[in-house]
């Protein structure tokens, strides 16, 4: 983690502040990280069912309505995914934990994945709106101009959209299914890591 007194090479291991560490001594996400994890993933948790909910809608106003949230929440989905990119950059995240290698790649390709699918799929959306000569509407607080209607490239952004949710459910059914085995199996308290500090200690970022 940047900032933090790990040591490098031979010189003597420096403990990390105690804010910075879990109960099993493991190096915590700072604030930062894990308030836009747990904002990414109550997003996610919202997107999905306006989707199916507005698809489900006949026709009417309350159909559009369904259809602007779904829009603007994945609209905030990629610019929060942009900043948690922006901010790992600039604050990398802590070492991984001691883990069979294989299972330590896997999560390495499953969080990029993550990532890339978490941008891919408002973009396609928002492209697939655009492309049918649509606005978006974001939270009716302004408007995201549409582009000139052109089929083409419509059917290619709602094809990568359909085929995108399947991975998206994939990769979060895994990120998740990682978090059990280290939570029930290893019981390696990595989950804490995401979590802020329980018993009153102050945390800096």
């Known amino acids: 983690m940047s900032g933090s007194p790990i040591s490098v090479g031979k010189a003597a291991p420096t403990a990390l502040p105690a ?7 493991m190096p915590r996400y700072n604030p930062v990280a894990q308030a836009l994890h747990w904002l990414t993933a ?11 909910v507005a698809i489900s809608l006949p026709p009417a106003p309350a ?12 609209l905030t989905i990629l610019a929060i995914v942009v900043l948690r990119i922006v901010w790992r950059m600039v604050r990398p995240a802590p070492p991984d934990p001691q883990a069979p290698r294989l299972l330590t790649l896997i999560g390495r390709v499953n969080h990029f994945l993550l990532y890339a699918i978490f941008l891919i799929m408002p973009i396609s959306g928002y492209l697939l709106s655009a492309f049918s000569g649509r606005d978006t509407p ?19 952004a709602e094809s990568i959209h359909l085929v995108g949710q399947w991975f998206v459910y994939a990769l979060v059914l895994l990120h998740i299914a990682g978090t059990a085995w280290h939570l029930i199996i290893r019981r390696d308290g990595l989950l804490e890591r995401m979590l802020p500090v329980q018993d009153g200690r102050n945390s800096s970022l």
């Open 19 to 25: 804010t910075y560490v879990t109960a099993t001594g």
């Open 42 to 52: 109550g997003l996610f948790l919202a997107v999905l069912p306006l989707a199916w």
């Open 138 to 156: 974001y939270f009716w607080l302004f408007t995201i101009p549409g582009l000139t209607k052109d089929e083409g490239p419509q059917r290619i």
């Open 63 to 74: 159909k559009g309505s369904m259809f602007v949230l779904h829009k603007s929440v994945g």
